[in-house]
């Protein structure tokens, strides 16, 4: 065999995959989805819209789509399907499928971790940080598509390190094509996963392209996996109701360049916010601090408390707000907002400021911590992990290319769940850093900030759970009082599967399959108390709407609340059924 190059010096062994530590981490993340209990029988944010396309496959064995996803969903509907006959076709049944996705998810990102040359503290710690954030756990308890899409980028990345520690070319061919084919079979979930034949498999191949049969085989694979995504996509492009994702906006404003400045800040700090168990470790490696640090933590506490303060005053109370992305963890709780149920129940713009200034904070030390003079020795030539390089070429192009696809969305809104395969790419990264520039050991103060963010990802998680089960009981209960459902509006999750239920479809304006399927209103629904939603719900005649908090656009009714308790406060909560006032000039929906 040649001489091997420092670009394509390969790791003699790989970690096991299936550990006890790696179990340890599935597990308690199963006993903190397990405390959540995820069981209520409603759609929670848009798994809503999976959940039906998989109802509809289990009884029709086709994909039928209804207006909503932008996903292709693939395998996932198989899945949820399995579950849906082992387990009950409804929301709870197929939603619980997602369940071992998670688990799969905590083991494949451990095993990265130490095949990357993460030690057992920083492997465990680093499972740990990404599977029991609130993000994670949220998203873990619902039929969404975002932890299926993060288990097929982590899958691939680790078959592409099984490659590159294959003792033969043979066996490094075999295991490449393998991370090549099983992305594109399950990358069906979510277009955007298929990265990893594009983008991931390929820079693996470059980096063991003296070795024999690599090469032509990853072009064989490569052109493959092309013509099959564009068959896949014209497939799904074909289906009824299936919504096309346009990459750029047809016309640029000034409004939209300020939007996308805007949202790209947000994914920086909501990132940020994400990690921030590790982040806290650069207070501690230089801890206690000296007299010039703490004068320039002063400094960064006294700026940003000044700006607060003066954009409270000039009327811009909710600045704290637009730091973070939103959409999963917004001020109001996990998967709540101002516009759910007229939600009232928010954490207080001080405390929201108070977190931003804490995240900066601690980035700066992290930063300052890494650029400190090493102090610990350097890591080994002969290192049987992966070295930094071979890591950069595997990781930094897909970085770089998931953030371009993200790059037309920063011109309209982000969301927060987009940043999962952003937060697992940087948790490497940060590991490393921290094990060879700081400590081999996780200070007690990293271990302490995880377990307060994911006691308050349970008890977030748990609380949407809670009042989606009132949400159901109320519900219902106005049904059985003779009130026909479609002239109930009970938020998003609600209203979409009462329109799809009545319709057939969601009225989506940016439908164009079939021809002529979107039907614009002709109600105005602008002004302090419109409705823009309303737009995708033309099949309603709303009389009744559930609320949680007093609204100037409403009036409440004597219809009985439902009340139900959270573990975080206020503890005693309620919703109760409010009408509409009439609002002047307002065009009657035909």
Known sequence: MPQQTRDERRFETTHKLFTKDAFSCALLLALCLLVIWPVAEIGINDDWSYILTTQAFVHTHHFIYNGWATAMLGWQVFWGALFAQLLRPDFVGIRLATIPIALLTAILFHAILRNFGMNRAHALFGTLTLTLNPLFLSLSATFMTDIPALLVVLLCVYLCQRALAAQDDIHAVLWLAAAALTNLGLGTVRQVTWLGLLIIVPCCAWLMRRRRYVVPATIVLWIVGVISIKLLIAWFFRHPYSIPLRLFPKTFDAVMIWGLFKNLGQL???????????????????????????????????????????????????????????????????????????????ISPIWAMGMFILVVLCTISFVQAIYRPRTLPAVSATSPEISWYAMNVLLLPFLACYLVLLFPLAFIVLFDRYLLEIVAVLLIYMLRWHQERISPRIPAIATATLVVVALLGVAGTHDLFTMARAEVRLTN????????????????????????????????????????????????????????????????????????????????TDFPAQIYRTWLPPARRELYVVTRKPREGATPKP
């Open 268 to 346: 920086t700090t909501t990132s940020l916010l994400l990690t921030l168990p590790l982040l806290v470790t650069g207070i501690a490696a230089q801890w206690p601090p000296k007299r010039r640090q703490m004068l320039g933590a002063f400094a960064v506490v006294l700026i940003l408390g000044t700006f607060y303060v003066i954009s409270k005053r000039i009327g811009v109370p909710a600045l704290a707000d637009s730091f973070w992305t939103g959409n999963i963890l917004t001020p109001y709780g996990i998967m709540q907002g101002a516009d759910l149920f007229h939600s009232s129940h928010r």
């Open 477 to 556: 209960a106005m049904q059985q009082a003779g009130i026909p459902r479609t002239e109930i509006r009970g938020g998003f999750d609600y209203d979409t599967v009462t329109e799809v239920y009545t319709a057939g479809y969601l009225n989506d304006p940016h439908l164009v399959n079939p021809p002529g399927s979107f039907q614009p209103l002709r109600t105005d629904e602008s002004g302090p108390c419109g409705d823009p939603f309303l737009v995708y719900l033309p099949a309603m005649n709303i009389k009744y709407e559930v609320a949680s908090g007093p609204s100037p656009c409403t009036v409440p």
